[in-house]
């Protein structure tokens, strides 16, 4: 069986960015992937300003605690000041530049007025220079790179290209995920139970993964145990998506076509890779119906089979899945963010596989262990806040140190 990680290294070996680009406006920009790095037009700030309310002083002048100084001008935001003379001093409010000749700026709250002098001012500190003063350009200079290509837009990469004079950005199209789920024991919520049946969570739990990640996503449904109807669907979603995801199907009975289906359509390798849950993870990809004599990688569609397991579903998305369509879209695809917390609970079954339990943080801040972990118990996953990554051969005392990966990291 192949680690997990020799399984996510040969699945980004083959992942490469989508290359077609759009240009947006900044305010339809949010969650997409930039595509070209992009510089400053201004120097941030554009002006030595104050980052405090108070009075814009030279500290030649104030080098004594008490000094009183005449106050001269007021400096609102949007405002500009005049030279400051010697002995006087500027009220000055938040985000207003600097006038020159002033050094420092004294907050309101180390300042008082002299009695009977409502123009004179009493600075009851000795600044130094520099204090309460934003340099010109000491976020952002002229010329400078604002953000890097392959940055994906937060609301805060916004603010900074918006700070940086700009109004459009060139981003990355949307990766677009093509997803169905095999099993004719399967209904969708809404409709009757068929007998021996369950509802379909993998469908709404994946796709609501794919559209996390700020992708595309279509939805092709169930599809019929059949080698036809497994075939006809794998045509239909090659066509117009870079990747293809099911849920089922992929280990080796009789009624699992994902195997001779996507052979038949394409390429494939099935893996059993050594963890827990999961383990069938399937890699390959579907010939587009439309360019079937062409060898170009264009000419395919890459295809992911899950196992059929909710938790198993779940857990191979975050760390196969997600990864994947990272690079497609030009992102970071490293390593989950991960933490070393606190284990509040013992798990002394080492398996030989690499097990991802479904844990929370506790009041203690520590963690806690779902007590049922098996890959058919979608609930773990609902009321955890995290995984436990446990080496092979690993068993765990409460006190031990452990790797922790929060879902926050997993699903953005």
Known sequence: ????????????????????????????????????????????????????????????????????????????????????????????????????????????????????????????????????????????????????????????????????????????????????????????????LKPGGIYNSNRDTLLACIKSLGCDATDFGIVPDSLAATRETLRKASKDHDLIITSGGVSVGEEDHIKPAVTAEGRLDLWQIAMKPGKPLAFGAVRKSDNLNSNTSEAETWFIGLPGNPVSSFVTFLLFVRPFILKLQGRDAGLPQSYPMRADFDWLKADRRNEFLRVKINAQGGLDLFPNQSSGVLTSASWGDGLVDCPPGKALKSGDMVNYIPFNALLS
Not at 40 to 58: E, H, I, K, Q, W
Not at 132 to 155: C, M, N, S, V, Y
């Open 1 to 192: 069986m192949l680690t997990a990680q020799q399984a996510l290294d040969h699945l980004l070996s083959h992942a490469k960015p989508v290359h077609e680009t759009e240009t947006l406006a900044m305010q339809t920009a949010l969650g997409r992937v930039l595509a070209e790095s992009v510089s400053s037009l201004v120097d941030v700030p554009p002006l030595d300003n104050t980052s405090m309310d108070g009075y814009a002083v030279r500290t030649r002048d104030t080098n004594t605690p008490g000094q009183i100084l005449a106050i001269t001008q007021r400096i609102p935001a949007g405002s500009m000041g005049t030279e400051l003379k010697p002995g006087t001093a500027a009220r000055i409010f938040t985000g207003a530049p600097v006038p020159p000749g002033a050094d420092a700026v004294v907050m309101q709250e180390d300042c008082s007025t002299p009695e009977g002098a409502s123009d004179q001012v009493q600075v009851n500190i000795a600044p130094t220079s520099g204090q309460w003063i934003r340099r010109r350009g000491e976020d952002l200079t002229a010329g400078k790179t604002a953000l890097t290509a392959g940055t994906f837009l937060r609301p805060q990469e916004l603010g900074v290209a918006a700070s940086a004079g700009l109004t459009h950005l060139t981003v990355r199209r949307k990766v677009r995920v093509a997803a169905f789920f095999t099993g004719d024991e399967l209904s969708l919520p809404g409709e009757a």
